[in-house]
């Protein structure tokens, strides 16, 4: 049995894509080579003692309470601690956080690398340390009693609150906006494909490894619309252009737009324009 104050304590991972370890001071040398130069992005708390570390070839002397960042590839370098440092390290897999909508940003960001520690306070340091402790426990259970997705979920709760540390350093604010403008493009190219057919916001927020609530969200703040306007819009485009151009029924049409049924089709459509399908084609007709 190993001494209990000698060797790292492993959480065993049930779900591929995290490792969760706590080291103490004798089991220093062994994060010192596990986390160098990893193509991972690490989430180390700091709970008690104190640390020294260089990280990229600067030095940080880390306090109780305090989180690192540190994203692939980092380099580390001189590493020492206090006899009573307590350290927990979220090893993760960038597959398994893919869909984190900040990831992009915080992987190219300079100032984090720069700057790779910050200390937590009150209120904030309850909410993180009692989110990595309830990963903990449901990365440690069995797959009858936790999931990959609840995992997940609970993993992005915490870069949440942890990438909202970090952003008054990340100065380059052009990042965000690209990031918000890559989304936004990448919809509407998906809007211009789909959109006749595919209604659902689900449909896009997955194509675009999003939340549902925060593409709403970005949607409306970027453009001033909501989302399911925007995709209205182009269902309706589209059926105006079949009702001018061709001489398909109004139940044709429905069923080229995948409606369940003409009669929703129908009140979809008034709903969207104010006038019946039927009353949009005589009045094209009559102007035409």
Sequence with gaps: MKPSNCIMIEIKPNFEGLCIEKYNINSLSEFHAKAGNLNKLLLCFVSNGTLDIQINALPFHIQAHSIMMLLPDTDLGNISSSTDLELSVFYISLDFISTYSFLTVLLASDEIKINPVMKTESPARKLIWSTGKLIEEYNSKTKEESTVESVQYLLYALLELVSKLFLPIIKNNSLLQTRSQDIIDHFFELL???????????????????????????????????IKQWISYRVIKQAEELLKTTSFSIKEISNQ???????????????????????????????K
């Design 192 to 226: 211009n494909k789909h959109g006749h057919l595919e209604r659902s916001v689900l449909f896009y927020s997955d194509q675009l490894h999003l939340s549902p609530q925060y593409l709403s969200s970005l949607i409306k703040k970027e453009t001033g619309k909501p």
């Design 257 to 287: 737009l995948q409606f369940v049924d003409s009669s929703l089709f129908c009140r979809y459509f008034r709903r969207c324009t104010g006038i019946t399908a039927n009353t949009y084609r005589e009045n094209y007709r009559i102007k």
